[in-house]
C-alpha cells in the first residue's frame, strides 16, 4: 500500500543522526523567534510609553489654548485684577519656554496655581458667576483637568508595562545589553498631600 | 509626607488574570468539544455511505466459518478414508481458502472506503465550521443598532459623550460612538468587532437614572468590553456553538414541520438487522452530536459570557480607579429591573446587565447556568472587594432609589410585544428587513415594478444615498432619503456605505457622507458589494476542493468495482 511504501522510504531517509540535527535546528529556530519577540515587545513598550507622553502633552496644549479666553472672560468683569492676569501671562510664556520634561513640569505646576488663583478671584463676582460663556469654560476646564488625569493615568499604565518587561527574566538580559533605560512613573508633587483648606468665607 | 500605603492586596489584577484563564480554559474546552464531534459526524456519515455505495462482500465471516465447521464435522464423522474423499477434502479446503483470500481483499477495500470517507466528511465538516465562522462575523455593528432602535446621541447627551472620551484617553483606544435606544429601562450594551469601529449604546433610562460617576462606571465597563475584544469572542463561541448544535437543530426543524403537517409524527422506519446493529453501534455518537454537545455548547456559551461580564467589571474599576460608581450603579439598576423590551434574544450576550424577561417556557431552564449574566449581587460583590467596601446603606439607598424610579418610568408593557420567535439558524438564513445604506456609483432611475418597461417613479443621481434591501433577481429593492420605494436594475454598481439606514433621511449626514471622496476609490472597487475577501476565497476554494475530491473519490470506487 502507499503508505507503507512511504513509512519505509522515511525510515530510510531519516536516520538517528538527520533527526539529531533537525531537531537542534529547529530548536535554534524557536529559540530566536522566542528572542526576536521579546525584543519586539520591548520595543514597542517604549514606543507606547513615549506616545503616552505626548498624549499628556497633547491635553496640556489644550488646556493651555483654553486660557486666553478664561482671561479675556474674567478681565471683562473684573478689570482691575492685575496681579493675577500678570501672573497667569507670566506662567504661559514660562510653559512655552520650557524645554524638556522636568521644566515643563515645573512650568505646569506653576500654571496650575496661577489657574487656580484666578479661579478664587472670580468667585467674587456674582455677575461673572452668572455669565453663561464663563460657566461653559469653567465646565471645559474641569473636563480638560479629567482628560490631563486620565492621559497621565494611561502613561502610567504603559510604564508600568515598560518597567515590568524590562525588569522581568528573560527580558532583562535584553535590556541591559541593547540599553532600555526604565521609564518613570508620573508622581505627583510633594504638595498634594497636604490636607486642603476649603473655607466659604467671602474675600473682603 | 509619603504616599498612603496599600493595606490590602491589589485585587484587581489578580481578578482580571483569573477571569482571562477561565476564558482561555473554556474556549479550549469548546474546541476539545468539536474534535469528537466532527469524528463522531464523519464516522456515522461514512459508516452510512459505505453501507449505500461501498464494495460489498458476499462472504461474510459468519459464512466462512460455518463452512470451515462443516467442513471439519465431515472428517470426524468416521467416513471411509480413501483417496476419493482426501480429495475431495483438498478441493474443499482450497475453496475456503480462496473464499478467505477473497474477502480479505474485500473487506480491506471496505476499510480503505471507510477511511477515505471519514477523512471527506471531516474535512468538509471543519470547512463548514470555518464557512460558519465567517457568516456570523459578518452581520455588522448596524444590523445590531437597527435591531434595538437605536439613534446617534445628539446635544443632550454631551455630558456622556465627554465621559466617554476621557475613558478612552484613559485607555488608549479609539472613541466609540455612541447611541442612545428610546426605551425607559436603565441597560447600555457595546458592540463592534474592532475598537476602531465599535459602538456604545445607552438607554434613555440609564441617562436619566444615574449619576456622573455611575455613568463613568457603566461606560467603564462598556469600553472595557471593547478594549478586550469581547464581540469577537463571542462571535467565535457563538459560531462554535451554532456548529455543534446544528444536528440538533436540523433534526429539531424536521420534526417540527412534521407535527405541524401530520397528526403525529412518523419515524422513518429501520428495517432488518443490518440497521438495528449500525443503531445500536451508533447509539454514543449518536447520544453525543444530538444531546450532550448541543447542550454543552450551550452552557459553555452562557459560561464565557459571565466570565467576560466579571472581566469587564474588573477592568472598569482598574479603568475609572473608582469601583464605587460602579456598584451604586449595579445596585440602582437591581431596583430598578434591567428587561429591555426591544431586545433580541441573539444578541443578548452584549448587554449591561440582563436583558430577557424570565419566559414561562424557559422557566425551567433559567437558573443560574443558562443566563448570559452573572447575578447582580454576585457582581457587586466582587467589585467590593478591590475598594475595601460601600457601605451597605448606600447600596439599599441605590436600591431604593432604582426602584423609585421605575415607579415614575414604568417600562414598556411586555405582554403586547410578541417575543420574536428566532432559532439560531435563521441568524444564518435571514436577510436583512432593515436594509443598508450604499451609494450609488451612476446615476440611475427607480422603477415602479421590476420590470424595465414600468413607470420611472425616481432617479437617482451618481454618488447619491440609498437603503437597499436584499432581493435575489435582476432588480434591487431600495428606498431614496425622501421614502421613495422602486426598484432598481441589479447591474448598477453600489458601494456599501458606513451608515444606519435611518441616518440618510437626516440632510446633514446625507451631505456629509455624499461628500465624502469618492474619488479616491476606484473603479474596480465599486463591485465591493459583490467582491470577496481573500478569507472568504480560501474557505470557499478549501470546501469545494473537499467537496470535489470526494465525489472524485466515491466514483473512483464506483467505477472500480
Redesign the interface.
Same mark, same amino acid.
Given at each position: 500500500m502507499l503508505s507503507a511504501l512511504l513509512f519505509q522510504t522515511a525510515a530510510a531517509v531519516i536516520t538517528p543522526a538527520v533527526a539529531a540535527t533537525l531537531f537542534a535546528v529547529l530548536m535554534a529556530f524557536f529559540m530566536a523567534m522566542f528572542a526576536i519577540s521579546l525584543y519586539n515587545g520591548l520595543v514597542r513598550a517604549r514606543m507606547?510609553t513615549r506616545e503616552?507622553w505626548s498624549?499628556i502633552e497633547v @491635553?496640556l496644549k489644550r488646556r493651555a489654548s483654553l486660557i486666553p479666553n478664561l482671561v479675556e472672560t474674567v478681565r471683562g468683569y473684573a478689570a482691575h485684577e492685575h496681579e493675577v492676569f500678570a501672573e497667569v501671562a507670566q506662567a504661559r510664556g514660562a510653559l512655552a519656554k520650557a524645554s524638556g520634561p522636568a521644566a515643563s513640569a515645573a512650568a505646569d505646576q506653576f500654571l496650575t496655581q496661577a489657574l487656580g488663583r484666578l479661579m478664587a478671584v472670580a468667585e467674587n463676582y456674582p455677575q461673572l458667576q452668572a455669565a453663561a460663556s464663563f460657566t461653559h469654560l469653567q465646565g471645559d476646564l474641569a473636563?480638560t483637568e479629567?482628560?490631563i488625569a486620565?492621559?497621565r @493615568?494611561?502613561y502610567n499604565?504603559?510604564a508600568l508595562d515598560c518597567n515590568a518587561r524590562i525588569q522581568s527574566f528573560p527580558g532583562n538580559q535584553f535590556a541591559a545589553w541593547f540599553h532600555f533605560e526604565p521609564v518613570t512613573f508620573f508622581t505627583?508633587e510633594?504638595g498634594v498631600?497636604?490636607d486642603v483648606q476649603v473655607s466659604f468665607a467671602k474675600a473682603v | 509626607m509619603s504616599p498612603p500605603s496599600v493595606s490590602q492586596p491589589v485585587l484587581v489584577y489578580d481578578r482580571i488574570a483569573q477571569n482571562r484563564r477561565k476564558t482561555v480554559i473554556l474556549v479550549a474546552l469548546a474546541i476539545a468539544l468539536t474534535v469528537p464531534f466532527i469524528g463522531a459526524v464523519s464516522f456515522g456519515v461514512s459508516e452510512f455511505l459505505v453501507a449505500q455505495f461501498g464494495p460489498r462482500t458476499d462472504i461474510g465471516r459468519t459464512r466462512e466459518n460455518a463452512m470451515r465447521r462443516a467442513l471439519s464435522r465431515r472428517r470426524e464423522s468416521g467416513r471411509p478414508d480413501t483417496e476419493f474423499t482426501r480429495e475431495l477434502d483438498n478441493q474443499l479446503e482450497a475453496e475456503t481458502w480462496k473464499m478467505r483470500v477473497q474477502r480479505e481483499k474485500d473487506e480491506e477495500a471496505i476499510a480503505r472506503f471507510r477511511m477515505q470517507m471519514m477523512t471527506v466528511v471531516a474535512g468538509g465538516f471543519t470547512a463548514l465550521l470555518g464557512l460558519l465562522f465567517w457568516t456570523v462575523a459578518s452581520s455588522s455593528t448596524s444590523k445590531v443598532l437597527t435591531m434595538c432602535g437605536a439613534r446617534p446621541a445628539g446635544a443632550s447627551e454631551n455630558e456622556a459623550r465627554r465621559i466617554l472620551e476621557n475613558l478612552s484617553i484613559g485607555a488608549g483606544l479609539p472613541t466609540p460612538k455612541l447611541y442612545v435606544i428610546n426605551s425607559p429601562t436603565p441597560n447600555a450594551f457595546a458592540a463592534g468587532t474592532d475598537p476602531s469601529h465599535s459602538v456604545v449604546a445607552v438607554t434613555q433610562g440609564l441617562l436619566t437614572l444615574l449619576e456622573y460617576r455611575e455613568l463613568e462606571g457603566v461606560l467603564a465597563h462598556e469600553l472595557s468590553h471593547i478594549g478586550n475584544h469581547d464581540t469577537r469572542l463571542n462571535t467565535v463561541v457563538a459560531a462554535l456553538a451554532l456548529f455543534l448544535r446544528l444536528p440538533y437543530l436540523l433534526v429539531k426543524r424536521r420534526i417540527d414541520e412534521h407535527t405541524q403537517n401530520q397528526y403525529h409524527y412518523v419515524p422513518v422506519r429501520r428495517r432488518g438487522w443490518f440497521r438495528l446493529m449500525f443503531t445500536v453501534v451508533m447509539l454514543p455518537a449518536i447520544v453525543y452530536v444530538f444531546v450532550v454537545a448541543p447542550i454543552l455548547a450551550t452552557l459553555i456559551r452562557s459560561a464565557i459570557s459571565r466570565s467576560r461580564e466579571f472581566l469587564a467589571d474588573a477592568d472598569a474599576a482598574l479603568l475609572s480607579r473608582n469601583p464605587e460608581g460602579l456598584v451604586r450603579a449595579l445596585a440602582k439598576i437591581a431596583g430598578a429591573g434591567s428587561v429591555v423590551a426591544v431586545s433580541n434574544p441573539v444578541i443578548a450576550h452584549l448587554y449591561f446587565a440582563d436583558p430577557q424577561a424570565p419566559g414561562i417556557a424557559m422557566g425551567l431552564f433559567r437558573g443560574s447556568l443558562l443566563a448570559t449574566h452573572p447575578p447582580i449581587e454576585k457582581r457587586i460583590a466582587r467589585l467590593m472587594e478591590f475598594n475595601g467596601g460601600v457601605p451597605g446603606a448606600a447600596i439599599e439607598q441605590a436600591v431604593h432609589e432604582g426602584k423609585e424610579f421605575t415607579r415614575f418610568h414604568p417600562p414598556v408593557a411586555i405582554e403586547t410585544l410578541e417575543p420574536i420567535k428566532q432559532d439560531e439558524i435563521s441568524v444564518l438564513t435571514a436577510g436583512n428587513p432593515m436594509g443598508r445604506v450604499y451609494r450609488v456609483l451612476s446615476a440611475t432611475s427607480l422603477y415602479d415594478r421590476p420590470d424595465v418597461r414600468s413607470f420611472i417613479v425616481a432617479r437617482v443621481p451618481a454618488g447619491g444615498l440609498l437603503v437597499v434591501f436584499d432581493d435575489p433577481g435582476r432588480f434591487r429593492q431600495v428606498l431614496t432619503p425622501d421614502q421613495t420605494f422602486g426598484y432598481m436594475p441589479a447591474s448598477v454598481k453600489i458601494q456599501k456605505v458606513d451608515m444606519l439606514p435611518g441616518e440618510i433621511h437626516d440632510p446633514a449626514a446625507r451631505a456629509a457622507a455624499e461628500s465624502a471622496a469618492v474619488a479616491a476609490q476606484s473603479v474596480a472597487q465599486s463591485a465591493a458589494a459583490r467582491r470577496l475577501s481573500p478569507a472568504q476565497v480560501l474557505i470557499a476554494t478549501a470546501l469545494g476542493v473537499t467537496v470535489f475530491a470526494g465525489i472524485f473519490i466515491v466514483m473512483m470506487k464506483f467505477g472500480g468495482n
Open positions: 507606547r503616552a498624549g @491635553q473636563d479629567e482628560k486620565y492621559a @493615568q494611561f499604565v504603559n505627583a510633594p498631600f497636604e | -
